[in-house]
């Protein structure tokens, strides 16, 4: 096994791939597809590296590995397996592969930002494979949480990984065109990973990105199609003091640009990433106003 790992991870770095789906390096590539063609159970471990692989195995792995490389299809489509915030989560092409910087945020119960007994509404806007609203449901539990999507495919994949957390009691996946779906309801936190890559950016990305939903990454030409829709809508869906927490990526520049009168807190994270800026319902109002 050992010789097998060092052999694919060999190929895959001659290959000259696209990471950051979930995974870094070629080392990580080779071990998620070994482990899953050889369907073991844990990432690994010094004893499992000392195991024979039969000639079968070695094939299932062969096919993979050509997936991989032919295809420049991201490891995570291929094994179904993705963590976040500690949480195991199934994934397929419906949904973005989950990658965002938030997850450090949300193991943090959002402090110091706010008191974490005092959350019992959060929506997530842009679902996408649930992996935030779930982590959000599991880091405030007295918390009901709205996981919501445009895309009836996400939601599919949502409610997949809302049953596998056992936690259909408190997520509730909705389809809905950002706001459009929702009545008079309110949060304590509104939380996002939208769509904000622009056209020009879209036509540049890597082939990996190929493989992921349209629409769960492109918005409009400048990328902030969504962005505006959330900045302007949001304070009507928050409790006094409410947060809304999004992650615009490497679009920070032209968000601080575009709202040059919202006093944006831009967050930093010590397991690196960026581009995610926090705003209390009065401070959206009062921008807005100004
Ligand atoms: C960048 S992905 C984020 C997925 C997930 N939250 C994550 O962090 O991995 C953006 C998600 O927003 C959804 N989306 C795009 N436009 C939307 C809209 N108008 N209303 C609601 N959701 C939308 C996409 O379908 C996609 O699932």
Redo the contacts with the bound molecule.
């Keep these: 096994m050992a010789r097998l790992l060092q052999r694919v991870t060999r190929r895959l770095q001659r290959a000259k791939l696209h990471y950051g789906h979930g995974t870094e390096r070629a080392l990580d590539d080779a071990a998620a597809l070994i482990w899953h063609a050889l369907r073991l159970p844990q990432l690994p471990a010094a004893p499992v590296l000392r195991r024979a692989v039969s000639a079968r195995q070695q094939a299932a792995v062969a096919s993979l590995v050509e997936r991989r490389i032919r295809e420049r299809v991201p490891v995570v489509y291929l094994t179904h397996r993705c963590w976040f915030a500690g949480l195991e989560l199934y994934v397929d092409e419906r ?6 910087p ?1 997850a450090e945020l949300i193991e943090l119960g959002f402090a110091p930002w706010i008191e974490a007994g005092r959350v019992r509404r959060v929506l ?6 649930g ?2 609203a779930i982590a959000c449901a599991r880091v405030f539990p007295r918390a009901r949480v709205d996981a ?4 009836a495919d ?1 939601l599919e994949v949502a409610r997949r990984n809302i049953r596998r957390h056992r936690l259909g009691g408190r997520v509730r996946a909705l389809q ?3 706001f459009g779906a929702l009545g008079g309801e309110s949060y304590d936190i509104i939380v996002s ?3 904000y890559v622009g056209q020009r950016e879209m036509a540049a990305l890597p082939p990996e990105y190929r493989h992921e ?1 349209v ?3 492109a918005a409009g030409s400048d990328g902030l199609a ?1 962005v505006r ?1 959330i900045l302007r809508q949001a304070a009507r869906f928050l409790r006094p003091s409410g947060l809304l927490v999004v992650e615009v990526g490497d679009a920070e520049r032209r968000v601080r640009r575009s709202f040059p009168r919202l006093p944006f807190t831009w967050l930093e994270f010590a397991r690196g990433g960026g581009g995610v800026f926090l705003l209390t319902r009065e401070q959206l109002s009062e921008g807005q106003q100004a």
Excluded: F, K, Y
């Design positions: 949904v973005l592969i989950p990658r965002s938030l997530d806007m842009g679902t996408g494979s992996c935030i919501l999507d445009i895309s996400a809905s065109d950002h990973n939208p769509p939903p629409g769960a990454l969504s829709v």
